[in-house]
């Protein structure tokens, strides 16, 4: 693909990857193009791409004001939408002093739960209108996904305002029963913490946080819970008892105390998420845990119990909660993933095989 100029080749790498529905596209200096596709990286046996493509793309997708950015922090995430492939995460970082792409294929529609796979307390989830639900697990585990599911869910049943503050936006939701104000950070607002103490003066019932970074966010994401808003946020933990652990662990003292308080008296769900790739390897099956806070886990948090979180989860299936192993073991008996991937993805591979094993 020499022939084509950079932009020309950028645009015909992305339809290729909608094409082949790609989750995230991969442009470095050289090599060729590479896609995620069901989890799996494949490099395309396309031309390398060189330092100069990659100097010129970079000039291409990004503004002026971005570029600069980009020179003087040495990293950039931006939203991008091309006409016929949607919109795209794109991700820039510098190897050897050359600005690389990591691009997230963003969904070009929110499907439903039953093709998700989302677990039925999302139905639950819907009808609350207030608490703190939060959406955990690793990059690239759907996290995203179901957040704007949620979204989606509350914005066709219930007439709301809903504010949504992302980096970048994924997905744009359209009104329809409800108002959705959708703010992206370093477009619409400096950071998250800044934003969110702003919103909580725009009349939301929903605010929804595309991630939970810092200190200030959950402080000020737990205080918007303590006043009656519904907040759906997502967090980089591995399970939901990890989830309580994070938050409670990034405070001291009487700032400790008090989000304590504010979590044992507010939390409403924890849905941990990984994506494991089915039997024949042409897409990704989710799985996940469950918390929900019933009156006995908010004590437990309120008593800083934590270890009796995760045997509340094992044997409360008949209250929707679920383990990570439960989850795997369901997919795995139903011939959607295999025993190694199962084993793979489990916090407990001993246990998973036991259970397997009866």
Known sequence: MNSYSPK???????????????????IMAGIPPAYRVSGELIVSNWDPISREELGELADFILTPAQR?????????????????????????????????????????????ADELMLPQVVNDIVNLTAGLVIVTGPTGSGKTTTLNYLVDAINATR???????EDPVEYEHRHRK????????TTDTLSFPSCLRNVLRLDPNVI?????????????ALAAADTGHLVLATLHTPNAVGTVERIMGCFEGGRQAQV???????????????????????????????????????NMIRERNLHLIQNTIATSRNLG???????????????????NDALNHANDPAHLQRMLAD
């Open 178 to 185: 409800s108002l959705v104000i959708q703010i992206e950070v």
């Open 68 to 112: 600069e950015r980009l020179e003087a922090q040495r990293e950039l995430c931006v939203s991008y939408y091309q006409k016929d492939v949607g919109r795209l995460r794109i991700t820039f970082y510098h190897r050897l002093d050359v600005p690389e792409l990591a691009i997230r294929m963003c969904n070009l529609e929110v499907k439903p």
């Open 208 to 220: 929804c946080i595309g991630e939970m970074r810092d200190i200030e966010t959950m402080e000020t």
């Open 8 to 26: 020309q080749r950028f645009e015909a790498t992305l339809r290729v990857a909608r094409e082949h529905n790609a989750s995230d596209v991969h």
């Open 159 to 165: 007439r709301c305002k809903i504010i949504t503050i």
């Open 321 to 339: 909660m679920q383990t990570m192993e439960e989850s795997l073991a369901a997919l795995y008996r139903r011939g959607l993933i295999t025993y």
């Open 260 to 298: 304590i308080l504010q979590l044992s008296s507010n939390l409403q769900v924890v849905i941990a998420q990984r994506l494991v790739s089915n039997v024949d390897r042409t897409g990704r099956v989710l799985a996940c845990e469950v918390l929900i806070a019933t009156g006995a886990v908010r």
